[in-house]
């Protein structure tokens, strides 16, 4: 099918085109409270053409095997918005030279070796155990998901994926009287079903930790010293740094054009983050993005200066920059835009108990309940927090919100950890209307002066 579809398009009059087709195979059970929600599995055969021709692109979507009709098209689509109808001219960066490869991502135990029969009752068993009296609502998902992506374009490559995914998010929801406090994980990434089994501890101790929110104090509002743990830190620089790093971001807004520019001190020189899509696994894994780029390792701060940035052909070839392999969709009804894949801020030298030790009175704010960014500002909630007193961890806090700006909190990191962690788990990251897009987060834990956290 690869040298068809290749064929086909080496055929085409335009200036560049691609072919997907994906063939899904997907697997999801929710228990919610006390009983099974939805029992769902689901086969489905997809894809698109893009054409860039005369300055603009053409796009069209099928689930029928007619590839002929839908270049056409696209084709004419493209027509529409080219340079002789007036429209503005589009050009890309070309990778050059053809990628001819297959990729198949390795698991332990295939999802499809499992029943229905065991998987549900793999997500019951979890559900089971968040059961208790002060528990209101509890709730459990499990999912795993193949996919073959074959992709073809007119520079003669051809590339087939076979990636293999199973996660579990689990976790429940304490209540005494209007004090309502939650406790959830969520586990995910290129696998299969040895990466769900054995946490029976981790859903005992997200149970344990939403009834202890109840009996926590709350903290008085003001500025902290303050010990973010991996999964906030690379929450954190995802959210409030990296999609400002999104060329596609940046090329439609002049005034972040003015602050992101290359070369720009943000950070201390212990501070490195990057983007790599090549590291097998993880959830954001992406060896070839869907314009057939090959992942590499993206430093987005280098030695605390703003060294680059993530690019589709398109941002490249506007912005005369390097292909980043940054361009994804959710599926193939969807046309790739400029994403993150597995984006955290590299590991220091420093110990836990070293960037402990540095804190005489302040906070160790753990995990990631929800936020908000716009543009520069951010609002976070962390999912638990301890008072910290003479680099001794205390009381148990709740509802701890950080917020600021996010260059300015880029400043003001005072030491970064040696024990870098990697995140992944079920929902993933949202742009643009495309949603659940799997990626990772990730980062040591780090020291951050002048944290504006809100309390009583």
Same mark, same amino acid.
Request: charged content about 25%; glycine content about 12%; hydrophobic content about 35%.
């Given at each position: 099918?690869?040298?068809?579809?290749?064929?086909?398009?080496?055929?085409?009059?335009?200036?560049?085109?691609?072919?997907?087709?994906?063939?899904?195979?997907?697997?999801?059970?929710?228990?919610?409270?006390?009983?099974?929600?939805?029992?769902?599995?689901?086969?489905?055969?997809?894809?698109?053409?893009?054409?860039?021709?005369?300055?603009?692109?053409?796009?069209?979507?099928?689930?029928?095997?007619?590839?002929?009709?839908?270049?056409?098209?696209?084709?004419?689509?493209?027509?529409?918005?080219?340079?002789?109808?007036?429209?503005?001219?589009?050009?890309?960066?070309?990778?050059?030279?053809?990628?001819?490869?297959?990729?198949?991502?390795?698991?332990?135990?295939?999802?499809?070796?499992?029943?229905?029969?065991?998987?549900?009752?793999?997500?019951?068993?979890?559900?089971?155990?968040?059961?208790?009296?002060?528990?209101?609502?509890?709730?459990?998902?499990?999912?795993?998901?193949?996919?073959?992506?074959?992709?073809?374009?007119?520079?003669?490559?051809?590339?087939?994926?076979?990636?293999?995914?199973?996660?579990?998010?689990?976790?429940?929801?304490?209540?005494?009287?209007?004090?309502?406090?939650?406790?959830?994980?969520?586990?995910?990434?290129?696998?299969?079903?040895?990466?769900?089994?054995?946490?029976?501890?981790?859903?005992?101790?997200?149970?344990?930790?939403?009834?202890?929110?109840?009996?926590?104090?709350?903290?008085? *509002?003001? $500025?902290?010293?303050? +010990? &973010?743990?991996?999964?906030?830190? %690379? #929450?954190?620089?995802?959210?409030?740094? /990296?999609?400002?790093?999104?060329?596609?971001?940046?090329?439609?807004?002049?005034?972040?054009?003015?602050?992101?520019?290359?070369?720009?001190?943000?950070?201390?020189?212990?501070?490195?983050?990057?983007?790599?899509?090549?590291?097998?696994?993880?959830?954001?894994?992406?060896?070839?993005?869907?314009?057939?780029?090959?992942?590499?390792?993206?430093?987005?701060?280098?030695?605390?200066?703003?060294?680059?940035?993530?690019?589709?052909?398109?941002?490249?070839?506007?912005?005369?920059?390097?292909?980043?392999?940054?361009?994804?969709?959710?599926?193939?009804?969807?046309?790739?835009?400029?994403?993150?894949?597995?984006?955290?801020?590299?590991?220091? *030298?420093? $110990?836990?108990?070293? +960037? &402990?030790?540095?804190?005489?009175? %302040? #906070?160790?704010?753990?995990?990631?309940? /929800?936020?908000?960014?716009?543009?520069?500002?951010?609002?976070?909630?962390?999912?638990?927090?301890?008072?910290?007193?003479?680099?001794?961890?205390?009381?148990?806090?709740?509802?701890?919100?950080?917020?600021?700006?996010?260059?300015?909190?880029?400043?003001?990191?005072?030491?970064?950890?040696?024990?870098?962690?990697?995140?992944?788990?079920?929902?993933?990251?949202?742009?643009?209307?495309?949603?659940?897009?799997?990626?990772?987060?990730?980062?040591?834990?780090?020291?951050?002066?002048?944290?504006?956290?809100?309390?009583?």
């Amino acid at each position: 099918m690869l040298t068809e579809l290749r064929d086909r398009l080496v055929r085409l009059a335009a200036d560049y085109g691609e072919i997907h087709v994906e063939n899904w195979s997907t697997t999801r059970i929710v228990y919610a409270n006390q009983s099974v929600d939805s029992v769902s599995t689901s086969r489905t055969s997809s894809g698109n053409v893009r054409v860039l021709s005369n300055g603009g692109w053409g796009f069209a979507s099928f689930n029928e095997p007619d590839f002929g009709r839908y270049l056409l098209a696209a084709q004419e689509n493209a027509s529409l918005v080219g340079r002789r109808r007036g429209g503005e001219v589009t050009g890309i960066r070309k990778l050059g030279t053809p990628v001819t490869d297959t990729i198949v991502t390795s698991c332990e135990i295939q999802p499809s070796a499992w029943s229905l029969e065991q998987k549900n009752d793999l997500a019951r068993r979890y559900n089971e155990l968040l059961q208790h009296p002060r528990i209101a609502s509890t709730r459990v998902t499990y999912m795993d998901w193949q996919v073959e992506k074959l992709f073809a374009n007119t520079e003669g490559s051809m590339i087939r994926q076979v990636k293999t995914f199973a996660g579990v998010a689990f976790g429940g929801m304490a209540r005494d009287g209007t004090n309502v406090q939650q406790a959830f994980e969520s586990v995910g990434q290129y696998g299969g079903m040895e990466l769900v089994t054995g946490h029976e501890e981790r859903v005992e101790a997200a149970k344990k930790r939403a009834l202890d929110l109840l009996d926590a104090k709350k903290l008085e *509002s003001g $500025s902290y010293r303050v +010990l &973010l743990d991996p999964n906030l830190a %690379g #929450v954190f620089i995802h959210e409030a740094f /990296g999609h400002l790093s999104e060329a596609d971001f940046l090329h439609e807004n002049p005034k972040m054009q003015e602050v992101m520019v290359l070369g720009r001190r943000f950070g201390p020189d212990f501070l490195n983050v990057i983007d790599d899509g090549s590291i097998p696994g993880l959830a954001g894994y992406t060896p070839y993005d869907d314009e057939g780029v090959p992942a590499r390792r993206n430093w987005l701060i280098r030695e605390g200066r703003l060294t680059g940035r993530l690019h589709s052909r398109e941002t490249a070839g506007v912005m005369r920059e390097e292909l980043t392999g940054n361009a994804r969709a959710v599926g193939a009804g969807y046309q790739p835009i400029v994403r993150m894949t597995n984006t955290f801020i590299d590991r220091g *030298s420093k $110990s836990f108990e070293e +960037l &402990l030790s540095t804190i005489d009175d %302040g #906070v160790y704010a753990i995990d990631y309940l /929800g936020g908000m960014t716009n543009l520069e500002m951010f609002t976070f909630s962390a999912g638990h927090a301890y008072r910290v007193r003479n680099g001794k961890i205390c009381e148990l806090l709740r509802d701890v919100v950080l917020s600021g700006n996010v260059f300015t909190t880029l400043g003001d990191i005072a030491a970064v950890g040696d024990d870098l962690e990697h995140f992944g788990g079920l929902g993933g990251c949202g742009k643009a209307g495309q949603g659940g897009l799997p990626v990772s987060t990730g980062s040591p834990h780090i020291v951050v002066n002048d944290v504006l956290i809100g309390g009583v």
